[in-house]
């Protein structure tokens, strides 16, 4: 269970209200489209969510969210992220490594995974994502789209209770579209909660909640 209470964020004090007294509460197998304009403040709220925000980047933030009644404020980064994963909307600020093995393996060894469930684990994703044969490329020869399998795959390997995928299906063939979605239908299945922003039609069909971000200082 995630639950959001009472939150409200700006940037910094001369900036503009972004989110104002939000609350929220997400439970298992939910899959949750978080819709609205550019710039609404899509992004913003799943790095909020992951504690990203105030803990890396700077924010003016209240309220509080807690995962399993435990406030995540109170958690660190590194506790954080193997329950509540994020698939940044611009992959190359999420990959690290030379290659794509090195990357899906980062994560699990940094939570002190035995070495052979690591192997198992990789090789897991990379047949799930149909992606066997990008496993020992560098990691910057990749196209857009490799690169977002990629990414997924690193939080896949972390098998979290709640992913953030922010636009994930932005620069996607259709048949990535569909592996990914049809992975995001399993993920929620098996009772992980999912958080998916992006533009309404790609996402919403398969979402049983929406957030509908607003620009709250549009002049009516
Ligand atoms: N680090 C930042 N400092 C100040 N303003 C920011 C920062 N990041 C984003 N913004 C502004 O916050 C608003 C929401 O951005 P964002 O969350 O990226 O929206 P979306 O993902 O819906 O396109 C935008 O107006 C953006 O310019
Ligand atoms: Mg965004």
Do not use: W
Request: net charge negative.
């Amino acid at each position: 269970m995630l639950e959001l209470k009472n939150i409200s964020f700006r940037y910094n004090a001369n900036s503009p209200l972004l989110i104002n007294n939000f609350s929220f509460l997400a439970v298992k197998g939910n899959i949750i489209a978080v819709c609205g304009d550019s710039g609404t403040g899509k992004t913003t709220l799943l790095n909020i969510i992951c504690s990203v925000i105030p803990k890396i980047f700077p924010g003016v933030l209240s309220g509080t969210i807690s995962h399993n009644n435990i406030n995540i404020s109170e958690l660190s980064i590194p506790e954080v992220a193997p329950q509540i994963s994020l698939l940044m909307q611009h992959p190359d600020n999420q990959l690290f490594f030379p290659t794509v093995e090195q990357e899906l393996a980062f994560a699990p060894e940094n939570l002190k995974i035995p070495a052979k469930d690591i192997i198992k684990r990789i090789d897991d994703v990379l047949v799930k994502l149909d992606i066997e044969d990008l496993r020992h490329k560098e990691t910057a020869s990749l196209s857009f789209g490799q690169k977002k399998l990629v990414t997924l795959a690193s939080i896949l390997t972390l098998s979290p209770d709640v992913y953030l995928l922010d636009e994930p299906f932005a620069g996607l063939s259709q048949k990535n579209i569909k592996l990914i979605s049809d992975e995001i239908k399993t993920l929620a299945d098996n009772g992980k909660i999912i958080f998916l922003a992006g533009h309404s039609n790609d996402i919403i069909q398969f979402a049983n909640k929406t957030i509908e971000m607003e620009n709250l200082n549009e002049k009516h």
